[in-house]
């Protein structure tokens, strides 16, 4: 995965998260400032004798291990551990390849907490260490067994045959303390037989963009795996950022994620025969076997319940399965699109068997408002742009549900999915933005339409998401001019300036290219439709519009019409609150109400890619600081927190030059985390 840097940004702000290959996020560092070069990776052993050693730690020494997936699902008996086909298993040995001088970067205490992991009563330095040390993989934790998992998967709507854990390994499943069990994965620990070309390893950009979302959607309160430990180190792997020719030396950094399952939608597709589009199949056909294997044992260890209930009836059995996750995904999908939040590669081998949001690679919350955002710069088509997402999930709903024939009738899940899904994502979708618009004591028909109105208003004044909702909070039912005056102002305050817009509306492609395409779409559509789409074509005219009248606007203009839209949309807000202050006998108890539902629906704080950006670039210069700040922010989304700029962390980062300090100052002193994006925001690009 690489980034793509679009022209006209004042420094180069370079963003590109994690693929099969491994490449991470972020730009390059703090005004040409110079990163330390440490010595290269070492050679990875050629077999499990030279990996890892197994050990016991002090302050981890109390990790229990219960490694149930590799007793109830075939392990490969193969040693081989370069790239290679994986049949009749789920889960092959791999060892972990040790990294030079690995350190914290940062560490997340509540989601450690899973684990029955206590923040360090005494040395807490002693304890860092000892996390870097055993989730870099530099030694094993007594108790883990590392293994990769086999899934297939379709990417971008194809079937891509076999991909598996690449990067990925299954160290064990920790028993926490209620009882709980907790897989743990180390992402970029080094080659596994799914690795392909790739080298197994992630690095300090896509690490920390996955660290510090798996924590944030957690706090937003959107189902999710987790994230323990970033570990960075001076191993260095090479990574060609934007496949333009211009390598360069990135540390290799490994990520502890943590999840009741990491199982996905692909894992049941390793069965497939020959897609008649790909030519490709999966490793296992004809093992129904495995796929009831599999599907015991998803359903007694998480969907106990239906495993009781259906426990002398299989068919029975899989059919309720199905159904709870196509209820939880839709119920996950409603939660994403109602915090702005784009995936950026759904995937089938990207969706959670048990609903949760999983492998965070070119995600990003959406700023400015646009219902056709597209997070993913490499995502040409917009597959998986921010109002696709709905039908997506629904789309690889219906991959799972072939994936699981004959074990469950494909009749059968289809009427499920036609019955459940939509009506599950629309019911989910409009309770939570009922409780962002403090519409707490009536549900009326008419609100559906509110919202729709608002997004629209949102749309048509480039207003930013997050903070528009935010805001919405202290608005007054009380119709006094002036007050309303203020509110116009706040709100035209989060929307898009002129300059904004005409980056936003700004031509992507050269005159005469887009002069070509168009006489080969009249010319020769069978040629076309394999260099474009008249969806790309229709959008590229409509930028060249919209750019052209943006020259006319000036920003006096462009105010006037942005509050006459707010203005309209806040008389009709106002009339339906009204009508809840109607059905209740103490209006300032429900106000009370109303605000507080309001404030712990919509976030203050949200990982927005120039503040992981900002991040990024002080860590890439040896600074962790600010990664460390921003985790306790995201800790607490919906309240208004101290000034975490000011925040420095107690204990100096080791190796931390003048020329970091200075730039992770330069980061501190940067726009408060609650405000919109910076202009320069603008240009960062994820792929």
Not at 367 to 384: A, K, L, V, W
Not at 475 to 501: G, H, I, N, R, W
């Amino acid at each position: 995965m690489a980034a793509a840097l679009r022209s006209g940004s004042r420094f180069p702000r370079r963003l590109a998260p994690a693929a099969a290959a491994g490449p991470g996020a972020g730009r390059l560092g703090c005004r040409g400032a110079a990163m330390q070069q440490p010595a290269a990776l070492p050679a990875r052993p050629g077999g499990p004798e030279g990996g890892a050693q197994a050990g016991g730690g002090g302050w981890l020494g109390a990790l229990r291990f219960d490694n149930l997936a590799l007793r109830s699902l075939p392990v490969d008996a193969s040693e081989d551990g370069g790239p290679r086909a994986v049949p009749g298993a789920c889960f092959c040995r791999v060892r972990p390849s040790p990294l030079q001088n690995p350190r914290l970067v940062a560490m997340s205490l509540p989601a450690l907490a899973l684990l029955g992991l206590e923040a360090p009563a005494a040395d807490r330095e002693a304890a860092e260490a000892e996390a870097a040390l055993y989730f870099s993989g530099n030694r094993l934790l007594a108790g883990s067994e590392p293994a990769a998992h086999c899934y297939c998967g379709h990417q971008f709507g194809s079937f891509a045959g076999q991909l598996g854990d690449g990067a990925a390994m299954y160290l064990g499943e920790v028993l926490g303390p209620r009882g709980e069990r907790w897989e743990v994965q180390l992402k970029g620990a080094g080659l596994t037989p799914f690795s392909r070309q790739a080298d197994g390893r992630k690095v300090l950009r896509s690490s920390i963009r996955e660290f510090l979302c798996s924590e944030a959607m957690f706090h937003l309160g959107i189902p999710t795996t987790r994230a323990g430990t970033c570990v960075t180190s001076d191993s260095k792997v090479v990574r060609d950022i934007f496949y333009d020719g211009n390598p360069k030396s990135e540390r290799c950094t490994v990520v502890l994620r943590i999840a009741s399952t990491f199982i996905r939608f692909g894992s049941f597709e390793i069965f497939k025969p020959t897609d008649e589009y790909t030519g490709r199949k999966g490793p296992s056909v004809n093992r129904n076997d495995i796929r009831i294997q599999m599907l015991d044992y998803v359903i007694s260890a998480f969907y106990p319940e239906i495993q009781e209930a259906y426990s002398d009836n299989s068919i029975q059995r899989n059919a309720a399965f199905f159904k709870e996750i196509t209820k939880r995904t839709a119920r996950l999908v409603a939660e994403w699109q109602c915090v702005g939040f784009c995936h950026g590669v759904l995937n089938t081998d990207n969706m959670s068997i048990v609903g949760l949001t999983i492998d965070y690679g070119p995600f990003g919350f959406m700023d400015r408002y646009d219902p056709e955002h597209i997070c993913n710069g490499s995502d040409n088509t917009g597959r998986y742009a921010y109002n696709k997402q709905p039908e997506i999930c629904k789309w690889n709903l219906g991959k799972l549900a072939e994936a699981l024939v004959p074990e469950l009738p494909l009749e059968i899940s289809e009427l499920i999915l036609e019955e459940e899904y939509d009506a599950e994502f629309e019911k989910h979708y409009l309770q939570k933005m009922r409780k962002k618009l403090g519409l707490i004591q009536l549900e009326l028909e008419e609100d559906s339409k509110l919202v729709s109105e608002l997004l629209e208003t949102m749309h048509l004044t480039g207003g930013d998401f997050t903070n528009i909702f935010y805001s919405l909070s202290s608005f007054s039912v009380d119709s006094d001019p002036s007050k309303l005056e203020d509110f116009l102002d706040e709100l035209t305050s989060q929307c898009a300036s002129v300059e904004e817009l005409k980056v936003a509306f700004k031509p992507q492609m050269d005159p005469r290219q887009l002069s070509m395409m168009l006489m080969l779409a009249q010319s020769n559509p069978q040629l076309f439709a394999l260099i474009g789409t008249k969806a790309n074509i229709n959008k590229e005219l409509e930028r060249i519009e919209q750019f052209s009248k943006l020259q006319q606007l000036t920003a006096a203009d462009l105010l006037s019409r942005n509050k006459r839209h707010w203005k309209e949309w806040l008389e009709k807000y106002r009339v339906r609150l009204q009508k809840e202050i109607e059905s209740v006998s103490d209006a300032d108890a429900w106000n009370t109400d109303h605000v507080k539902v309001m404030n712990s629906n919509n976030p203050k704080y949200i990982l927005r890619n120039y503040i992981a950006q900002n991040a990024i670039e002080a860590a890439e210069n040896g600074d962790f600081s600010e990664v460390r700040n921003v985790l306790k922010l995201l800790e607490n989304p919906f309240q208004e927190a101290e000034d975490l700029r000011e925040v420095k962390e107690d204990a100096e980062e080791e190796g931390a030059t003048a020329t970091a300090a200075a730039c992770a100052q330069e980061t501190r002193s940067r726009l408060p985390y609650c405000s919109k994006p910076p202009l320069w925001a603008s240009e960062l690009c994820v792929t």
